[in-house]
């Protein structure tokens, strides 16, 4: 009984009526929370939309993670390459520097006569040379200038294992 039943004694009809249609209210909710409970499909739907959702929220967090790491690479890509061109640059132009210190050493220590003698056995086979060795020449000169860079590192290399090499003998 509740407290308004409790103090009169005996509860009229309208009370009782009243008393019943409440407790019905109650057992209907409770009826429905046991059944929402026991409702394993259901359950299973609202737990597939959570993990869908959860799903979307980390796919969008990968990928606004990819694209700030693609950045990054981006950024830190470009620095590296301007750093090796330095570099590369810094280096080229000391071994054309030591390129052109060997030249001058091995000019200044070839003998004129030796020169002299030199540039006429180039100028006498100029003048004998067919003109399709002449052109192929050419063309291969051509070649040599557009990969200057290339050429100039691989004489520089001979020459110093060449000074190397000479150095060792001596000792």
Avoid: W, Y
């Avoid at 359950?43 to 694209?67: D, L």
């Amino acid at each position: 009984m509740n407290d308004r039943t409790q103090g009169e004694g005996s509860a009229t009809p309208e009370q009782l009526r009243e008393q019943v249609e409440h407790t019905r209210e109650e057992l209907g909710r409770t009826v429905e929370a046991l059944a929402a409970k026991a409702d394993v499909g259901a359950q299973a739907r609202a737990k597939a939309a959570e993990v869908q959702e959860k799903a979307v929220e980390i796919k969008e967090q990968t990928a606004e993670k990819a694209a700030e790491l693609k950045a990054q690479t981006a950024q830190k890509t470009a620095e590296l390459k301007e750093q090796t061109a330095e570099k590369a640059a810094l280096v080229t132009g000391r071994i054309r520097e030591k390129t052109a210190q060997v030249a001058g050493a091995v000019k200044e220590k070839t003998p004129d006569p030796v020169l002299d003698r030199a540039e006429r056995i180039a100028r006498a086979a100029a003048e004998r040379t067919p003109d399709e060795v002449r052109s192929a020449a050419d063309d291969v000169v051509l070649v040599a200038r557009s990969h200057r860079t290339p050429l100039l590192v691989g004489a520089a290399v001979v020459v110093v294992l060449l000074l190397v090499r000479r150095s060792r003998r001596r000792k």
